[in-house]
């Protein structure tokens, strides 16, 4: 039975993961190669959550302000990567602005995780579960149409 709050952290490992990566890799070609998957990864997941957890967080009491503050942020984080994919590593802020990103997204997910998550609880048990059984299914769907947009417009990704 999928837990969504650990389908989120485990997709938050993956980006973090990512992040390292960049910080330890050389050569514009191998950045570029993370740069696209952190992307991917991190438009499957925002969707994921703006889809579905949100909105049922939202219904908890007391929620609004740490969800007002997690929509903007998801902002924030979607026009970095609309400036990153109009942009290749030889821009002089490529390196510069997805560190930024990460650097945010770091930020982001230790709020989320530390204050946002705990009150997941508040759903209750049967409410969790039908929540990760739509999320599962929901995140099965936007994986499939991230990789078809990016093979319909490689570079360029998604349309919006
Ligand atoms: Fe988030």
């Known amino acids: 039975m999928p ?13 973090k993961d990512l992040f390292q990566q960049f910080e330890r890799a050389d ?5 570029r190669k993370i740069v696209e998957e952190a992307i991917r990864e991190l438009r499957v997941h925002s969707a994921l959550e703006e889809q579905a957890f949100y909105p049922a ?5 007391e929620a609004d302000d740490i969800m007002d503050e997690a929509d903007e942020e998801h902002h924030v984080a979607d026009v970095l990567m609309d400036e990153l994919e109009s942009m290749t590593p030889r ?10 990103l990460a650097e ?6 230790e709020e989320e995780e530390g204050e946002m ?14 929540l990760g059984e739509q999320m599962s299914q929901l995140k099965q769907q936007l994986t499939r149409k991230e990789g078809a947009a990016r093979r319909s417009s490689p570079g360029r990704a998604r349309s919006k």
Do not use: C
């Not at 821009?91 to 930024?100: E, L, P, R």
């Open 3 to 15: 837990d969504p709050v650990q389908m989120l952290i485990d997709d938050h490992k993956k980006v």
């Open 27 to 31: 050569g514009s070609r191998e950045k």
């Open 57 to 61: 967080i939202r219904a908890v009491k």
């Open 91 to 100: 821009h002089s802020h490529y390196d510069a602005k997805f560190t930024v």
């Open 104 to 109: 945010s997204v770091r930020h982001h997910i």
């Open 117 to 130: 998550f705990p009150k997941a609880k508040g759903l209750g048990d049967e409410r969790l579960r039908s």
